[in-house]
Nanobody, 121 residues
Framework: EVQLVESGGGLVQPGGSLRLSCAAS????????MSWVRQAPGKGLEWVSA????????YYAESMKGRFTISRDNAKNTLYLQMNSLKSEDTAVYYC??????????????WGKGTLVTVSS
């Protein structure tokens, strides 16, 4: 059974940092590019970032560039998202998913249940 389990969410002040993790199992992790997607309260899904199977290429939505860093550890079957300089607009449920095309939801067959990030003073 494919499982993606996000962790690391919580309450953080504006300007603060948070590191999210996604533990993968039930599939060959390094066969897949991976991504982070988020959904703010009352809003639709927003693509955040993607990383190639070996971590050699990374991609970010414009508003995340310079603030977020995606990485992966294939030996641990784990995906990460380091989030710095957080803003209230970053408040959302963050999901990890497999990726086929950077910036698109096409081919995202595997999803976690998400972890909530709340940025507030």
């Amino acid at each position: 059974e494919v499982q993606l389990v996000e962790s690391g969410g919580g309450l953080v002040q504006p300007g603060g940092s948070l590191r999210l993790s996604c533990a993968a199992s039930g599939f060959t992790f390094d066969d897949y590019a991976m991504s982070w997607v988020r959904q703010a309260p009352g809003k639709g899904l927003e693509w955040v970032s993607a990383i190639s199977w070996n971590g050699g290429s990374t991609y970010y939505a414009e508003s995340m560039k310079g603030r977020f860093t995606i990485s992966r550890d294939n030996a641990k079957n784990t995906l990460y998202l380091q989030m710095n300089s957080l803003k209230s607009e970053d408040t959302a449920v963050y999901y990890c998913a497999n990726a086929v095309v950077a910036g698109a939801f096409y081919g995202m067959d595997y999803w976690g249940k998400g972890t909530l990030v709340t940025v507030s003073s």
